[in-house]
Nanobody, 127 residues
Framework: VQLQASGGGLVQPGGSLRLSCSASGSTLSSYGVGWFRQAPGKEREFVAARRKNAPGTYYADSVKGRFTISRDNANNRVYLQMNNLRPEDTAVYYC?????????????????????WGQGTLVTVSS
């Protein structure tokens, strides 16, 4: 599975962005998917994930209520809608897909669960 993230950019605090992750080489609906981010000087952290079989969405506490992960199976894409952005959301965002199988819920929060990674897209929240 090859993944490509896009949609990053510069946005003011309180603004919104939608990140997109397109897949090729396989059907993304067959995999769990997640978004992670890495801010300068910090470790990569979990943002959101969705199981291959809905329901089953997971969010980091820091983005709950502001970010939404969704799938577009017809177009083999996953989205991350980000609203009410804050300066601390500034990071490189990565999309990822699990391997075959059905990981337990807690596994979705761990980067080691994901076998496939896209290149990052930079989100900068600043006035």
């Amino acid at each position: 599975v090859q993944l490509q993230a896009s949609g990053g950019g510069l946005v003011q605090p309180g603004g919104s962005l939608r990140l997109s992750c397109s897949a090729s080489g396989s059907t993304l609906s067959s995999y769990g998917v997640g978004w992670f981010r890495q801010a300068p000087g910090k470790e990569r952290e979990f943002v959101a994930a969705r199981r291959k079989n809905a329901p089953g969405t997971y969010y980091a506490d820091s983005v709950k209520g502001r970010f939404t992960i969704s799938r577009d199976n017809a177009n083999n894409r996953v989205y991350l809608q980000m609203n009410n952005l804050r300066p601390e959301d500034t990071a490189v965002y990565y999309c990822a897909a699990t391997g075959p199988g059905n990981p337990i819920s807690s596994a979705y929060f761990r980067s080691s669960t994901y076998l496939y990674w896209g290149q990052g897209t930079l989100v900068t929240v600043s006035s």
